[in-house]
């Protein structure tokens, strides 16, 4: 990741930031776990770091002495009212994010980025006030439409083939009666949680079909295998899976996702690039291209 943003052949082509899909520490939300698997880490990564909260970053070990509040360390890392060194950050440069609240939307001059917060539970769980907040939140980017991708981030995976998590109902019916209730449908889902790559398409009624990435892989945790056809254990024939396929998977070795939008007078798309980790001898690493897709994204109308 680095490497991409240091090594790119010109500006256009460098990450402009990294947007973690959330369980940045395991395996509880403690401000210790921050050093050694966050600020080190990506000690030297060039960009700001945006996140949205996972189950691990929420949960709190009950046992401990004084146990803090869920995500008192996650709020102090990424949603500072102003950038400043965090106390457990040790000999990191870098400071606190300024992020609004622990759901948020992050505005960009070719997307708006709504980051969702699904709560600790293994299936994930949206309050009623959050569910307000992004009908609101949808309907306020109609303006936008045409002129931005529509992108919305949740750590629980609607969707997932995993033996470890599997898909949760939960989310489908809060994302599925959200864009029912507004008929506002974004062009992209990224989801965190499972410990693998998946990159399913789900088709609506209304035929807008919709890409639902997991992009969890990050290096953390073992990897979790994808469910292989006629398992008993994980039947694929639930109506609730009509119309969603799995397009591609990698549930053998870790990697990132990469992100590109391109806007221009004949093209408005987002493009994934998905990169595997390949670890040699020496202990150095470098990433291998493993998946591609294309989002088109429609423009709006010319001025006449």
Same mark, same amino acid.
């Given at each position: 990741m680095i490497q991409q943003c240091t090594g790119a052949a010109s500006p256009a082509d460098s990450p402009?930031?990294?947007?973690?899909?959330?369980?940045?520490?395991?395996?509880?939300?403690?401000?210790?776990?921050?050093?050694?698997?966050?600020?080190?880490?990506?000690?030297?990564?060039?960009?700001?770091?945006?996140?949205?909260?996972?189950?691990?970053?929420?949960?709190?070990?009950?046992?401990?002495?004084?146990?803090?509040?869920?995500?008192?360390?996650?709020?102090?890392?990424?949603?500072?009212?102003?950038k400043r060194p965090v106390p457990f950050a040790h000999d990191s440069n870098r400071q606190s994010n300024i992020q609004p609240n622990v759901y948020w939307k992050l505005d960009t001059p070719l997307a708006d980025i709504i980051g969702l917060y699904s709560n600790v539970p293994r299936f994930g769980a949206i309050t009623a006030e959050q569910r307000e907040w992004f009908i609101k939140e949808l309907k306020g980017t109609t303006k936008n439409r045409g002129e931005k991708a529509l992108i919305i981030c949740l750590h629980h995976a609607p969707y997932s083939a995993d033996t470890n998590h599997g898909s =949760? /109902?939960?989310?489908?019916? &809060? %994302? #599925?009666?959200?864009?029912?209730?507004? #008929?506002?449908?974004?062009?992209?889902?990224?989801?965190?949680?499972?410990?693998?790559?998946?990159?399913? =398409?789900?088709?609506?009624?209304?035929?807008?079909?919709?890409? &639902?990435?997991?992009?969890?892989?990050?290096?953390?945790?073992? %990897?979790?295998?994808?469910?292989?056809?006629?398992?008993?254990?994980?039947?694929?024939?639930? =109506? %609730? %899976?009509?119309?969603?396929?799995?397009? #591609?998977?990698?549930?053998?070795?870790?990697? &990132?996702?990469?992100?590109? /939008?391109?806007?221009?007078?004949?093209?408005?798309?987002?493009?994934?690039?998905?990169?595997?980790?390949?670890n040699t001898e020496n202990n150095n690493s470098s990433a291998s291209l493993y998946d591609l897709f294309t989002v088109n994204i429609p423009s709006a109308a010319p001025a006449v």
């Open positions: 402009q930031f990294f947007f973690h899909l959330g369980d940045v520490v395991y395996n509880y939300g403690a401000a210790e776990e921050y050093y050694p698997q966050f600020f080190e880490p990506y000690a030297n990564y060039p960009g700001a770091i945006f996140a949205i909260a996972g189950n691990h970053d929420a949960d709190v070990y009950p046992l401990g002495p004084n146990p803090p509040r869920s995500l008192d360390a996650f709020m102090q890392v990424f949603c500072d009212s102003e =949760s /109902i939960h989310m489908q019916h &809060f %994302l #599925n009666t959200a864009f029912e209730e507004t #008929n506002i449908y974004p062009d992209v889902v990224f989801n965190g949680h499972v410990h693998n790559y998946q990159r399913f =398409s789900k088709t609506y009624k209304n035929g807008k079909t919709i890409p &639902f990435i997991v992009a969890g892989a990050g290096g953390f945790a073992d %990897l979790h295998k994808i469910a292989q056809p006629a398992d008993p254990d994980f039947p694929d024939d639930s =109506s %609730l %899976l009509d119309n969603v396929h799995l397009e #591609n998977y990698c549930d053998h070795t870790h990697g &990132f996702l990469k992100i590109t /939008i391109e806007k221009t007078t004949e093209r408005f798309t987002l493009d994934g690039a998905y990169y595997t980790i390949n």
